[in-house]
């Protein structure tokens, strides 16, 4: 089936429908919103018929995580990960920052020390202070070149743990940097999470979108079997098919007093499942591979596009992303923007571009772009950028 990656879907306009979107109503009309993650495709086909036909119903009552969900995703877990899980490990949840939230409600107590490595997605940060717990945060070693990556500082690393820590939020492919973590990264990450008797919650939610050719995704629960009894991975149809709106994700917990523990607590702090999310996610990992396989080809080409306008930018550095649609850019030296206070806030006043701000991941002077958009509005937006980024 050919798949409709290039035409714009008409968001903001009162003609679309009612409908506001954080993504393309937060900002004046004149901004062109290339900032939260959200894409501007419309989901595949599949999920849309499927979610029709539940509209048909016409009931929208109290639903149930149907057996059929939760055989489907054991079926794509298998399949794309090599790891075989159980329909039983699986706890359907309202969203994957709601999981994180949750997970340190159920698996820490006052006081214990809830750690990150930062940049990081936004929300990681706000989870102990939250919850009531200590917030511990290590920063990723940055790039020193352009032709070099972000790298996990495992010295760095042990060097944050305290007698206090108890919880690590982990996030494999790692937003925003979009790092795939090599697996001696995660071996050196595994024997401290031992070493030190720590509980992991791996985020995992852009999993499905490695855009190198041929890569494939191994969760780290999977990965290192010993971390299996101290592992919570979160996992979610919603920035692979584009259905975060639709607020449904899985908990997969393999270990069985750590999953009752983490039910008993989060019992009446969430609402039932989300019965159109439900069927949402079930089309999507029955039937959305083609979709998504096509998706990655229109990502890979504006991964690439973004590179190439980034060398013409001075000062602008990005490690090109391995995943996901957000690529990292640092423009603390960008001379267009010397003296800006932010750069996204330069940028946006500048340029009528808006982009997520990297200090609310922890990293002033970074922001994160989202291009996962059509390529004549990833092209229009760039074109604004230049008008600042490549001024001398």
């Known amino acids: ?23 393309w109503h937060h900002y004046a ?40 969900l939760r055989h489907t995703l054991c079926e794509w877990s298998a399949e794309h990960y090599g790891w075989r899980i159980e329909p039983e490990w699986q706890l359907w949840l309202p969203g994957v920052v709601p999981a994180l939230h949750l997970a340190s409600l159920a698996l820490t107590e006052p006081g214990d020390g809830v750690l990150t490595v930062t940049p990081i997605y936004p929300p990681f940060l706000k989870v102990a202070e939250r919850t009531g717990r200590l917030p511990q945060q290590v920063a990723l070693r ?58 992991v919650v791996s985020d995992e939610l ?11 995704h191994r969760p780290l629960a999977a990965a290192f079997p010993e971390l299996v009894a101290r592992t919570l991975t979160l996992w979610a149809p919603s920035k692979t098919f584009n259905l975060a709106g639709l607020t449904t994700a899985c908990a997969v917990i ?70 996901t649609y957000l690529a990292w850019l640092d423009l603390r030296r960008a001379p267009a923007l010397e003296g800006a206070a932010s750069p996204q806030q330069a940028l ?19 922001i994160r772009l989202n291009f996962g958009t059509t390529a004549s509005q990833l092209e229009a937006a760039l074109d604004r950028l230049d008008t600042v980024l490549r001024a001398q």
């Open 1 to 23: 089936m050919d798949y409709d990656f290039a035409t714009p879907v008409e968001r903001r306009h009162p003609a679309a429908g009612n409908w506001p979107s954080q993504k």
């Open 29 to 68: 009309a004149e901004v062109l919103p290339l900032w939260v993650a959200d894409m501007d495709f419309v989901s595949p086909p599949e999920v849309i018929e499927a979610l029709r036909a539940r509209v048909d119903h016409g009931v929208f009552g109290y639903g149930l995580v149907p057996d059929s």
């Open 142 to 199: 940055a790039p020193a070149a352009a032709d070099e990556t972000w790298r996990l500082d495992l010295e760095a690393l042990e060097a944050a743990i305290t007698p206090e820590t108890r919880l690590l939020l982990w996030c494999q492919p790692h937003n925003p940097t979009g790092r795939v973590w090599r697996h001696d990264e995660l071996a050196g990450l595994a024997r401290l999470v031992e070493r030190h008797d720590l509980l």
């Open 206 to 216: 852009h999993c499905d979108l490695l855009l190198d050719e041929g890569a494939r």
């Open 254 to 323: 393999p270990d069985a007093g750590l999953r009752r523990r983490f039910a008993a607590r989060v019992r009446g702090l969430q609402p039932d499942g989300n019965v159109l999310g439900l069927v949402a996610a079930e089309a999507a990992y029955a039937r959305g591979e083609p979709w998504r396989q096509a998706l990655l080809e229109v990502l890979r080409g504006h991964r690439h596009t973004l590179a190439e306008r980034v060398t013409q930018w001075p000062g602008t550095v990005m490690s090109p992303p391995e995943s």
């Open 348 to 366: 946006l006043e500048r340029a009528g571009v808006a982009l997520s701000d990297g200090a609310d991941f922890g990293w002033p002077g970074f």
